[in-house]
C-alpha cells in the first residue's frame, strides 16, 4: 500500500500540471504563430537562404509580419507564393520563374587550352594564377564552383568540360551566379528558352583562333531582331528579355552558332487552305526561300527551312499559318 | 528573521564559489552551444536568470509543502523535471501572449532550458540544507540562491563567449581549432575561479 501514495501524489500533480498548461494554451493562445507556420509548409523549406532572411522560419515570420513579399522566395516560385497570399488573404504579384543559364558552351572539344593547370579543382583558385588555362578569358573554367554552390544539384559539368543548368531543376535562386568567378551565369524568364551561349569579348578573328563556337560579333543576331532586344556591347550581343521578343531568327543567324535553344525541335510552320495567296508573309519570312509561292495561290513552306520562329503567323491576315509538329510554341505565337 | 549575512553569503557563492558551470560543472551543454556570440549568450544568460528564479521558487513550494509532508522527498527529481518543464511551458506561452517584446528577446532559449541540468540542480540544492545557517533554505533564500546562480551562469558564459569570439581570430593549430580549444579554454577559467574557494565565507559567517 506505500507505493499507492506517491503514485496518487504524483500523478495528481502531473494531472493538475497537464490540465493547467491545456487551460493556459486555450487562454493564452496566440494567433499570429498559426500563420507562420502555415507559411513555413507552404515554402520549399530547402533553407537556401536566397530570400536574405535565416532560413525559411526566418522568412515566413518576415511574410507574416509583413516585412517579406510573400513573392520573395525565389525557389519555391509562383507556387509558395500563391500558398502564401491565399494564408495571409492578398494576392500575389509574382514574378516571371527565371533560371540560370551559363553564357558559354566552348569546352574542351571547341576552346583551346593555353595552360596546364594541377592546382586546386576549383575555378577561382584557377582564375587567380593566370586567370585560368583557356586562351579565351571569358570561357567557363569547368572546374565546378557552380556545381558545388547549387544547392538544387540543377547544375553539372558536361562531357564537354562546360558547365550546363537543367531546367527542370533549376529554381533561379542565383547562388551560381554569386561564386562565379567569370560571371558568366545569369538568369533568363523561363518562358524564354534561348540564350547566347558566350560570353567573349574579342573581335572576330582573334576568337576564330581559339573558339569555334565563340561570337565574333559579326551582329548578325542584332540586324534579325529588328524590334532592338538585341543590342551589341563591348563586342558582345546583350539580349533583352523584358521586351519579349522572338529569339529564334536571332540564333538560326549566328554563323557560330553561339545561341543554345533548350527547345530541341521547334514545331514548323504549316499554310492551309485559307491561303489567299496575298505574299505578306514571304518578306516577314527571315529565311529567305522558305515560303515560296505565286501572288494569288496557295503559298508552301519549306520544312526544311522553317525555323519555327512563328513570326508569319502574326502577319498572315487570313490567320490561315499555324505551328505543327512536337515542341512548345513560342510565346508571341501563341498569343497571336 | 531575514539573514542578511545569509543573503550576501549565498549571492557571493551562488556566482564566484560554486559557479555552477565552472565550479559544479552543470549546464555544460548550453554553456559550449550558446558560447559562440556575444549576443546570443547575454540572451541565454537572461533566460537562464529567469528560469532559474521561477524554477527554484516553484519547487521549493512543492517541496516544503507537498514532498515532504508526505515523506516523499526521494522523488524531488522526477516532481521537479515534471514542475520545471510544465512552469516553463506555461511562462513561455503567458510571456508570448502579455510581453511579446520579452518572448523574442529570450526566443529559443526559453524552451531550451526547460530540462536544462543547472535548473535543476539549483531546485536541488535548494531542498537542502543552508550551509552558511545551517538549517533548511527558506523561500527567500532558496529564490535569491536561483537568481543568483542564474547571474553565475551568465558570467561565466559571457566570459566564455567573449573568449571565444577572442579566439575566432587567433591562430590556432588545426587540430585544436573549434571545440576543443574551448574545452581548454574552459577548463583554466574552472581553474581560475577555483581560487574563489579561498573566500571561505562558510566558516567566517556562518555558524
Known amino acids: 500500500m506505500e507505493i499507492l501514495l506517491p503514485i496518487i501524489i504524483v500523478g495528481s500533480v502531473g494531472l493538475f500540471l497537464g490540465i493547467g498548461l491545456g487551460i493556459a494554451s486555450k487562454k493564452l493562445h496566440v494567433n499570429v504563430d498559426s500563420r507562420i507556420s502555415e507559411i513555413l509548409n507552404a515554402l520549399p523549406n530547402a533553407n537556401c537562404g536566397a530570400c536574405g532572411y535565416p532560413g525559411c522560419s526566418g522568412f515566413a515570420k518576415a511574410v507574416a509580419e509583413g516585412k517579406a513579399s510573400a513573392s520573395g522566395c525565389i525557389p519555391g516560385g509562383s507556387k509558395s507564393a500563391h500558398a502564401i497570399a491565399d494564408i495571409l488573404g492578398i494576392t500575389a504579384s509574382t514574378g516571371e520563374p527565371v533560371m540560370a543559364v551559363v553564357h558559354c558552351k566552348g569546352g574542351i572539344a571547341e576552346a583551346a587550352e593555353r595552360a596546364l593547370y594541377n ?49 527542370e531543376k533549376c529554381t533561379g535562386c542565383g547562388k551560381c551566379i554569386k561564386v ?20 567573349n569579348h574579342d573581335r ?44 529564334i531568327p536571332a ?23 485559307k491561303c489567299d495567296g496575298c505574299t505578306l508573309c514571304v518578306p516577314a519570312c527571315p529565311i529567305p526561300g522558305a515560303i515560296t509561292g505565286e501572288t494569288g495561290k496557295r503559298h508552301v513552306i519549306d520544312k526544311d527551312k522553317c525555323i519555327g520562329c ?27 | 528573521m531575514i539573514n542578511i549575512a545569509s543573503l550576501i553569503g549565498i549571492s557571493i557563492s551562488a556566482i564566484f564559489i560554486n559557479n555552477f558551470v565552472l565550479s559544479r560543472f552543470l549546464g555544460l551543454c548550453p554553456f559550449f552551444g550558446v558560447s559562440k556570440k556575444l549576443s546570443s549568450a547575454t540572451g541565454m544568460g537572461m533566460a537562464v536568470i ?37 512552469l516553463v511551458q506555461l511562462v ?23 530540462t536544462n541540468c543547472a535548473v535543476l ?24 540562491n536561483g537568481v543568483m546562480s542564474g547571474i553565475g551562469f551568465m558570467l561565466a558564459l559571457i566570459l566564455m563567449a567573449g573568449l571565444r569570439e577572442k579566439l575566432e581570430l587567433s591562430n590556432i593549430p588545426k587540430t585544436l581549432d573549434g571545440l576543443p580549444i574551448s574545452f581548454i579554454t574552459a577548463g583554466l577559467m574552472a581553474l581560475a575561479f577555483l581560487g574563489f574557494a579561498g573566500l571561505n565565507f562558510f566558516s567566517s559567517i556562518g555558524g
Not at chain 2, 540542480?121 to 535569491?144: D, K, M, R, Y
Open chain 1, 310 to 336: 512563328g513570326i508569319c503567323l502574326n502577319i498572315c491576315p487570313q490567320h490561315a499559318i499555324s505551328l505543327w509538329g512536337t515542341g512548345s510554341i513560342p510565346k508571341q505565337a501563341r498569343m497571336a
Open chain 1, 204 to 247: 572576330g578573328g582573334k576568337v576564330k583562333k581559339y573558339c569555334t563556337v565563340g561570337c565574333t560579333a559579326c551582329t548578325l543576331c542584332v540586324k534579325a531582331t529588328p524590334s532592338g532586344a538585341i543590342s551589341m556591347e563591348n563586342n558582345i550581343p546583350v539580349l533583352d528579355y523584358t521586351k519579349e521578343e522572338n529569339f
Open chain 1, 119 to 167: 592546382g586546386i579543382q576549383d575555378c577561382l583558385a584557377a582564375t587567380i594564377i593566370g586567370n585560368g588555362t583557356k586562351e579565351c578569358q571569358d570561357g567557363c573554367l569547368g572546374l565546378g564552383t557552380c556545381v558545388r554552390a547549387c544547392p538544387f544539384d540543377a547544375l553539372k559539368i558536361n562531357q564537354n568540360g562546360v558547365a550546363v543548368v537543367d531546367p
Open chain 1, 251 to 273: 540564333a538560326n543567324k549566328c554563323p557560330s552558332k553561339c545561341f543554345v535553344d533548350l527547345v530541341k525541335k521547334r514545331p514548323k510552320a504549316n499554310i492551309d487552305t
Open chain 1, 180 to 199: 562565379c568567378p567569370r560571371k558568366i551565369i545569369s538568369l533568363i524568364p523561363k518562358v524564354h528558352k534561348i540564350f547566347l551561349a558566350c560570353s
Open chain 2, 92 to 114: 513561455e506561452m503567458a510571456l508570448q501572449k502579455y510581453s511579446p517584446t520579452l518572448y523574442e528577446a529570450l526566443g529559443i532559449y526559453l524552451p531550451l532550458i526547460t
Open chain 2, 50 to 86: 529567469f528560469v532559474m528564479a521561477i524554477a527554484s521558487s516553484f519547487t521549493w513550494v512543492i517541496n516544503s509543502y507537498i514532498l515532504e509532508p508526505f515523506g516523499i522527498s526521494y522523488l524531488q527529481t522526477i516532481v521537479f523535471i515534471l514542475v520545471i518543464a510544465a
Open chain 2, 121 to 144: 540542480g539549483v531546485a536541488l540544492i535548494n531542498t537542502g540544507l543552508n550551509p552558511l545557517t545551517g538549517q533548511p533554505f527558506t523561500f527567500i533564500e532558496s529564490l535569491l
